[in-house]
């Protein structure tokens, strides 16, 4: 069984500080890993895709891989109460099959 | 591009009656999954379907569950007869093919078993 891990949260920062949130994964064949933002009551929404090792940045938010460690994280910089939401991690690996992580649950309080 | 459309928004039915949603994929989107979404937890992936053909249904509780995808454009997942540990969102997604494609979800439904 492939396992995404997430620290469910909540994870609460002031406004304008950096959010970090972090994701672990079990399979070590994993290629693509990605990360979605679930509002409370709605559907999952794309934030960023990464797929080899190092950063990627998308304005405020970098997505950071290291699979030799098979660790995925996604910091949030100058964090705005509207980035208070469910973040979900997840991965596939060779069979295709995204796995989903349970979420982190992010609060930016003002 | 319109987005994944699901129907209905919201389902309430008595347990061991049945209940069938549907979800009409992105245009041109070749890949499509139903993922069930308990209450504080993350998705949870029912069925892969890539055109027409089921991909992977390993989590799929056949004994309830049934899900097609008849000519590879919309689907149908149909739970009969229902339990209460059912209630959850039943969330459709698409993507352009299988991943490293991202995902594109619908709004869910959101099914209530009494």
């Known amino acids: 069984q492939k396992e995404v891990e997430q620290n469910s949260g909540p994870l609460s920062v002031p406004e304008g500080a950096i959010a970090s949130l972090n994701c672990t994964y079990s399979?070590?064949?994993?290629?693509?890993f990605f990360w979605y933002r679930q509002y409370s009551g709605k559907s999952p929404e794309l934030i960023m895709s990464i797929y080899s090792n190092g950063d990627k940045e998308d304005g405020r938010f970098t997505a950071q891989l290291n699979k030799a460690s098979q660790y995925v994280s996604l910091l949030i910089r100058d964090s705005q109460p509207s980035d208070s939401a469910t973040y979900l991690c997840a991965v596939s690996g060779g069979s295709y099959i995204p796995t989903f992580g349970r979420g982190t649950s992010l609060i930016v309080h003002p | 591009e319109a987005g994944v459309a699901q129907s209905p928004r919201y389902k309430i039915i008595e347990k061991r009656q049945s209940v069938a949603f549907w979800c009409n994929p992105i245009s041109g989107h070749a890949t499509l999954y139903w993922y069930q979404q308990i209450l504080g937890q993350g998705p949870k992936l029912l069925i892969q379907?890539?055109?027409?053909?089921?991909?992977?249904d390993s989590q799929l509780p056949k004994d309830r569950f049934s899900a097609e995808r008849l000519k590879g454009v919309d689907s149908t997942l149909k739970i009969q007869p229902a339990k209460l540990e059912d209630s959850a969102v039943y969330l459709c997604?698409?993507?352009?093919?299988?991943?490293?494609?991202?995902?594109?979800f619908g709004n869910g439904t959101r099914l209530t078993v009494t």
């Open positions: 399979d070590r064949g994993s290629q693509s």
């Open positions: 379907f890539q055109n027409n053909g089921v991909v992977d």
């Open positions: 997604a698409s993507s352009l093919d299988r991943a490293p494609s991202p995902l594109h």
